[in-house]
């Protein structure tokens, strides 16, 4: 019978220089870096609006959010091609740009503080309403009259 052999440790998977996931990490990073270079250097600004999608056989895939931004990039595309093949990856040839609607719903507001308050009087208005009304509602009444002490 044949020994079984061993998995590799995951140790040694995500140190060695070589294999698959080596490959992908070196890939990852090298897209980073060309995204960072994009956004901050030739477009300042652009980074909630385009992204830099993938790298493929010396052809810049980058996706943008709206077709505005796409014939911008358009106008742009020699100039932008130039730059990176100087600073980034010389084996650039061409550049593609696919619109991507997702791009710009990602972006996640955070949510605005709510700005209104509720005086002591309007508190006070509440608690008296609380008394004499059902319980569940009166529940709800004394958590938002609390809401004027804060």
């Not at 079984?4 to 995951?10: E, F, H, K, N, V």
């Not at 990039?73 to 619109?99: A, C, F, K």
Request: net charge positive; charged share 20%; hydrophobic share 40%.
């Amino acid at each position: 019978m044949k020994p079984r052999r061993t998995p590799d440790s995951l140790h040694k998977i995500m140190t060695s220089n070589s294999g698959k996931l080596a490959k992908i990490q070196q890939k990852a990073g090298q897209l980073q870096v060309i995204n960072q270079f994009l956004t901050s250097e030739l477009i300042p600004g652009s980074d909630e609006y385009c992204r830099v999608a993938n790298l493929r056989q010396g052809v810049l895939i980058i996706e943008v959010a709206s077709g505005v931004w796409k014939t911008r990039l358009l106008q742009l595309s020699n100039s932008i091609l130039e730059h990176m093949r100087e600073h980034v990856s010389p084996s650039l040839y061409s550049i593609e740009l696919n619109v991507n609607p997702a791009l710009f719903n990602e972006r996640a507001e955070a949510p605005k503080p709510n700005p209104r308050k509720i005086s002591h009087d309007t508190a006070q208005h509440l608690m008296s309403v609380a008394e004499i009304a059902p319980p569940e509602l009166a529940a709800t009444l004394h958590r938002l009259a609390k809401l004027a002490k804060r």
